[in-house]
């Protein structure tokens, strides 16, 4: 278990500072301009970033042709970069450039690293693995806000040294990944898994928009001032449960299959009923939701996650699809959020929110459903 984490603490680096990338550094960077060019600028930054993060993953797979001692050192580039990005403060085109290549290389890193941690794990490892690599993804999304947007600069570059630290050490026991054999069979992509990871990027993506619009809705209830701080505090509730529920699942030892990715779709549209009937939760109501959300989270990527582990063992590829997942789902959901924001002043955002939320959810569990139909 000690070596499993080891070659999957990358992944706690690496999400924590994904998470600081899309959530605090370019609020900071663009914080001292007029509202208009700041929206401007963001939207830009976000989604040059977005799309780095999926260029990164598609030309992940190309580091595994690189030296090893290469790849040691390049790991630790990443966590220098925050330093750099903070030293950016007004200068958004600068950081703009910082940010997607960030982007770019913490993505085709991760890449990397889930490869090493599958072969070191092997196949009787592989649901220990996957349960380590998972929480400790979650985890670092939980701290990348807290540790990057809740501390002073100074403490900041205190957590870049450790981060670089921290990967120098786990990545002192890489070895080469031997290529696939030629003679393995890799069968194309069958029907059922295209639905199923429509299904998991839909789900993904509802999870994606409720959380972008968590401030929003709690202020209609709470008022702005307080709104602000609840928000924090019930994104962060979604992601410690999702943690420790990662790690409790995995004294049960369970392998989950594919019927299981759809629990979120089947929870979210009965939540979002309530929101819109209830209208005033108290706040009780909120945490219980949002630690019942994270619990849920937790099984539909560990399910998901299982089912890429085993396809990844005959197709190589298949690891790409598990580490787009959070890009694709994020910028389908964040699209979506674009698309429907003239129609929140007509019809209220929680009425929006809500009905979008559902709709993914619905159409997840179409594909979903489609997808077992589709193996049987």
């Given at each position: ?153 100074w403490a900041v570059f205190a957590v870049a040294l450790l981060i ?162 959070p890009n694709t789902g994020a910028l389908l959901g964040f699209v ?28 997840a569990v179409i594909a979903g459903l489609a997808a077992l139909q589709?193996?049987?």
């Amino acid at each position: 278990m000690r070596s499993l984490f080891r070659f999957n603490i990358p992944f706690l680096c690496f999400s924590l500072l994904s998470s600081a990338l899309m959530n605090v550094l370019p609020q900071y960077v663009l914080i001292s301009f007029a509202a208009t060019e700041r929206a401007v600028w963001l939207g830009i930054t976000l989604a040059g970033g977005a799309l780095a993060s999926i260029a990164g993953v598609h030309y992940g797979s190309r580091f595994q042709q690189l030296p090893v001692h290469f790849l040691q050192r390049l790991v630790l580039v990443p966590g220098l970069f925050l330093v750099l990005a903070f030293s950016l403060a007004g200068q958004p085109a600068a950081y703009l450039c910082v940010h997607v290549l960030m982007c770019f290389l913490i993505n085709a890193l991760t890449l990397y690293v889930d490869c090493q941690a599958f072969a070191h794990a092997g196949r009787d490892g592989q649901i220990a693995n996957d349960r380590v690599g998972t929480g400790l993804r979650f985890a670092g999304m939980l701290l990348g806000p807290i540790l990057i947007g809740g501390l002073p600069a100074w403490a900041v570059f205190a957590v870049a040294l450790l981060i670089v630290v921290t990967l120098r050490w786990a990545t002192l026991n890489w070895m080469p990944i031997p290529p696939a054999s030629s003679s393995q069979v890799t069968p194309a992509f069958t029907i059922d898994w295209k639905l199923n990871e429509w299904a998991v990027r839909l789900i993904y993506a509802a999870y994606c928009l409720l959380a972008a619009n968590a401030v929003y809705l709690l202020q209609q209830q709470f008022g702005r001032q307080h709104a602000i701080f609840l928000g924090g505090a019930v994104v962060s509730a979604v992601y410690a449960s999702a943690v420790l529920f990662t790690f409790a699942l995995g004294i049960f030892r369970l392998k989950l299959n594919e019927r299981w990715i759809l629990l979120p779709a089947w929870m979210l549209p009965v939540l979002m009923a309530m929101l819109v009937i209830m209208k005033a939760m108290p706040l009780y109501v909120w945490f219980l939701s949002a630690i019942l959300l994270g619990c849920v989270f937790a099984i539909y990527m560990l399910a998901w996650r299982q089912q890429v582990s085993t396809l990844a063992a005959i197709h190589p590829d298949a690891l790409k699809y598990f580490n787009n997942l959070p890009n694709t789902g994020a910028l389908l959901g964040f699209v979506l959020m674009l698309c429907i924001s003239p129609l929140h002043e007509a019809f209220g955002q929680l009425r929006i929110v809500a009905c979008s939320v559902s709709a993914l959810s619905i159409f997840a569990v179409i594909a979903g459903l489609a997808a077992l139909q589709q193996k049987k």
